[in-house]
Structures are given as structure tokens and as C-alpha cells.
């Protein structure tokens, strides 16, 4: 009888000092299909040559992605509410990513029920043979990126890598440590 409570202690102990159970961390998603998009905005955005972007609130209501298009190429970002001078755009470098498409859902990396970073698909194509939209498929990365007070989170996986989700979240959960 002694055994299997020393088991299921020693189980809870070793669960606790996990560093993801110690931070409590987990995951929620944005599907931006299903973001509302303000018409309100399409005359002026067509009279200036672009579309209105697409806003769409992140988990708590504190962030929000916003995404815009220029003539052939899509951009994507985070911002906070309450400070209009931080944002996180959501691609790697224009010289490896020249035109990108995203994909549609993005995760919020969450400490305590409040996110810290986001992670995004994205796949990155060459201009075409004209200069006027993508060609050549590139490559498929998960972009990491810190949100306020974690901005030092920045990375990039190629998805073809081996366990590239967890790899991402690694990159997204090592910004947590000595926090």
C-alpha cells in the first residue's frame, strides 16, 4: 500500500519541478478566419491603393494581430493596447522571406492565463520573374516572437526540421527563465 502513494508523490513532486509545470504554460490560438474585418475602412483603403486590414483580438483583450496587404505581399503583427509604441511583426528577415503568406491560426504562449509570445506559420516565396508577387516557394518557418516584457524572444524553426512545434515552444518558454 505504501508503494503506490510513494509512486504518486514522487510522480507529483517530479510534475512540480518540471519547468513547465513550475510556469505554468500552456497554449492558446487566434484562427484568423474568423477575424472581423471594419468595412468602414474599404473606401479609404481602395482610394489609397490597399485593402483595410483585418484586426483581430488576442486571448485577455490586451493584443491584438493585425493584418495588412501591399500589392503582393501579406504583413502580419501584434500590438498591445495599451501602448501604441510596441509591436511584433510576425516574419523573418525581408532577405529570407521577400513575400510571405501566413498560415491561420497563431498561438499565444501563455504564463499564468496571460501571453508572453506568439508563434506563426509562415511560408516565405521569391519574387516572381515580373517583381509583382510570389514565385518560387522558399521555405515554411514558425516564427517566435516575445511579446511586452519579453522581447528578447526571437527565433525562427524551418518546419521541415524534426519536432518543430516543440522546438518553437522551447524557443518561446526559454525567454521565461530567471522569471
Avoid at 513532486?13 to 518540471?18: A, D, F, G, K, P
Avoid at 513550475?22 to 490597399?50: F, I, K, W
Avoid at 532577405?95 to 492565463?113: A, F, I, T
Avoid at 514558425?142 to 524534426?162: F, M, P, Q, R
Wanted: proline share 6%; charged share 25%; glycine share 10%.
Amino acid at each position: 500500500m505504501r508503494r503506490p502513494f510513494a509512486l504518486v508523490l514522487s510522480s507529483l513532486c517530479l510534475s512540480l519541478s518540471s519547468p513547465v509545470g513550475a510556469q505554468d504554460v500552456s497554449s492558446a490560438y487566434t484562427d484568423l478566419t474568423n477575424c472581423p474585418r471594419d468595412t468602414s475602412m474599404d473606401a479609404d483603403a481602395e482610394e489609397h491603393g490597399s485593402d483595410a486590414p483585418n484586426i483581430c483580438p488576442g486571448p485577455g483583450g490586451g493584443y491584438s494581430v493585425t493584418e495588412y496587404f501591399s500589392a503582393y505581399d501579406v504583413h502580419r503583427l501584434v500590438s498591445l493596447k495599451d501602448d501604441t509604441q510596441f509591436e511584433a511583426r510576425l516574419r523573418p528577415s525581408k532577405e529570407d522571406c521577400p513575400v510571405s503568406r501566413y498560415g491561420n491560426k497563431l498561438e499565444w504562449r501563455m504564463k499564468g492565463g496571460k501571453p508572453f509570445a506568439v508563434i506563426q506559420r509562415i511560408t516565405c516565396f521569391a519574387l516572381d520573374e515580373n517583381g509583382s508577387g510570389p514565385g518560387k516557394r522558399l521555405a515554411e518557418y514558425l516564427v517566435v516572437k516575445g511579446l511586452k516584457g519579453y522581447e528578447s524572444i526571437d527565433g525562427a524553426v524551418n518546419t521541415k526540421t524534426k519536432k518543430a512545434n516543440e522546438k518553437a515552444r522551447a524557443i518561446a518558454d526559454e525567454g521565461l527563465k530567471g522569471r
